[in-house]
């Protein structure tokens, strides 16, 4: 690996790890009402809107209560983007003369963006209309980005009240997340954004004369806005159709260092926000800890492989460069491989390379992290309730059978209801990922729609089901998905994803939130050292190898080691 991008990664690490107390801490007081230093400014504004829309910021909700709110916004939220997006050729703001989609690509789409998978198999700069992009999929940017932390802090309260009966107001929850936090930062970054080379226009895309004569499109549009949430919320959905690879996307080598922090931000600072809540800020260290691990193991694994070239070409200048098919030249493979594992570390999705085009390890990198449930920080919100679920709750389980005596966590006996919505949480996924693989590649319909043969085209069909399912976004390639079979299969494993994760999450924090809290004792494990982050790390390593090394092993491990051999398809 070039000592260049090495020294990247360092840099990188450590301005997370400055960021992650800061943001942390203002987290846990615009969450818990606190006074902040925009409180002057957006406290009325956050008055009014409670106001305007009948809500008492003082009622709180059980999970159940706060459970229907996350579906009646869902639910909402789909239905109206359907709408917009069959009708955009006739709403305003369309100088793009953007055609309605088809029935099953605007169902596909509307959930995508609600479930903040941002999944697009339709291309940005054509397929939508200004307004559908401000109205439908950048709104959705904030709100679905929002519910994620909402549920993550609902959570948390359920772990580290005592003997409660609530959990908070979703709506409060939510209006917070996006006023106080969001919006505030994505303003200042569009600024910059802006200042980089961004567009951020309503005018029509410009015509252009090519040196060979020819005519040619320059799609424009109001892009630094919705570039901006689209990173920070973990959302991922491009404007144009080459997302991140696109200079209008991301014009400098600083924009795209921004980026990636942007995707890190919020969901390493929310373990923060978590020892806050626990009033020992070692418990969220120690989630910090074991989500670091993994992301650098994987993150190094990727960037050595794409470095080291294709084997098959054992040219200087393919030793030199490294990978190069379907990289940005202007950041080259081994910062094109960071940018992947950041991507698919967090549920954003965002690509500024071709994942389709990785060395086969390295494309097992991407692929690995959506499958351990992207917990590693995870997306905005999910990330922590994943990890803190599929990670803390299963190792003090593992924990508690070790010593012969009932788990805990933070004080509370987790039982067997805890249990059964954790495996809920760890099953759901495994089933929808391997499920619906299974379908497409035993199907004439599914087989239509891989580019390639052998296993790098079920690697594009696995990869295609669990970046939808780990509400990811990110395109493997070489996957005609804009059929109604992947369309419509495509929204469900979205919508089993999101919500057949959240409310046995919820549930279970209804139920930890009404347990009383009980003295530790000899035998209970401690879970603020590196012993839990090692035994959450190996948790989260074996659950994941269990369950999808079967299916790696037919695509991305065997496609490897045929290549070595010198075996193409």
């Known amino acids: 690996m070039p000592a260049a991008d090495l020294v990247t990664l360092v840099i990188f690490a450590g301005l997370v790890l400055l960021i992650t107390p800061i943001l942390g801490a203002y987290i846990h007081r615009v969450m818990e009402g606190e006074r902040t230093v925009l409180s002057p400014v957006l406290r009325p504004v956050e008055r009014a809107i409670y106001r305007v829309c009948g809500i008492d910021e003082t009622a709180e909700q059980d999970w159940k209560g706060y459970a229907a709110s996350v579906l ?32 099953d690509l605007a169902f596909n789409t509307s959930v995508s963006f609600e479930t903040n998978t941002n999944w697009q198999n339709y291309s940005g700069e054509t397929g939508a209309s200004y307004l559908s992009q401000m109205l439908i999929l950048a709104v959705r940017n904030f709100t679905s980005a929002a519910t994620g932390m909402a549920v993550a802090i609902a959570l948390v309260r359920g772990l580290t009240r005592r ?38 226009t309503l005018n029509a895309p410009a015509a252009a004369t090519t040196l060979q004569g020819t005519q040619q499109t320059i799609a424009l549009g109001p892009i630094a806005s919705q570039e901006v949430i689209k990173e920070l919320g973990n959302n991922g959905g491009g404007f144009l159709n080459a997302n991140s690879a696109h200079p209008f996307e991301n014009p400098t080598p600083l924009t795209n260092f921004v980026e990636m922090l942007l995707m890190f931000a919020v969901p390493f600072s929310l373990t923060y926000t978590f020892g806050r809540y626990a009033g ?8 910090f800890g074991a989500m670091a691990a993994v992301f650098l193991v994987g993150a190094v694994v990727a960037m050595h492989s794409q470095a080291g070239g294709n084997p098959l070409f054992p040219t200087t200048v393919n030793q030199a460069l490294g990978s190069m098919e ?24 965002a690509i500024n390379s071709w994942h389709d085009s990785f060395q086969p390890i390295a494309g097992l990198v991407p692929l690995f992290n959506i499958e351990l449930g992207e917990i590693t920080p995870g997306g905005i919100g ?51 990922i391997l499920g619906f693989t299974a379908l497409a590649t035993a199907t004439t319909q599914g087989q239509a729609g ?9 690697s594009e069909i696995l990869y295609a089901y669990s970046s939808q399912t780990g509400n990811n976004g990110s395109a493997f390639g070489g996957l005609s998905g804009n059929t109604p079979f992947y369309n419509i299969t495509g929204a469900f494993a979205m919508l089993i994803g999101r919500y057949g994760m959240i409310i046995p999450i919820l549930a279970l924090a209804g139920s930890m939130a009404g347990k009383r809290r009980v003295a530790a004792s000899l035998g209970t494990f401690p879970t603020t050292g590196v012993l839990f982050s090692v035994l959450v790390v190996g948790v989260i390593i074996i659950v994941g190898a269990l369950t999808f090394f079967p299916a790696l092993a037919l695509g991305p491990i065997v496609e490897q080691l045929l290549q070595n051999a010198g075996k193409v398809f």
């Open 280 to 287: 020992n800020q070692r418990q969220g260290w120690a989630i």
């Open 450 to 458: 891989p580019l390639n043969a052998g296993p790098h085209g079920f």
């Open 382 to 432: 999910a990330g922590l309730y994943g990890m803190l679920v599929i990670g803390a709750i299963l190792s003090v389980f593992i924990a508690g059978l070790m010593v012969g005596r009932t788990p805990e966590f933070l004080g509370k006996k987790v039982e067997a209801y805890e249990m059964k919505m954790s495996m809920l949480v760890v099953l759901v996924l495994g089933a929808s």
């Open 326 to 349: 379907g990289v940005d030249t202007r950041f080259g493979s081994g910062i094109g491989a960071l940018f992947a594992a950041i991507t698919t570390s967090t549920s954003t999705g």
């Open 163 to 200: 003997s409660a009966k609530t959990l908070g107001n979703f709506w409060v929850d939510l209006t917070r997340g996006i006023l106080y936090i969001l919006l505030p930062i994505s303003v200042v970054i569009a600024v910059f954004f802006v200042w980089q080379g961004m567009p951020q």
């Open 72 to 103: 009646v916004m869902a639910v909402v939220a789909i239905v109206v983007g359907y709408v917009v997006l069959r009708l955009q050729n006739v709403l305003p703001l369309n100088p793009n003369s953007a055609t309605p989609q088809s029935p």
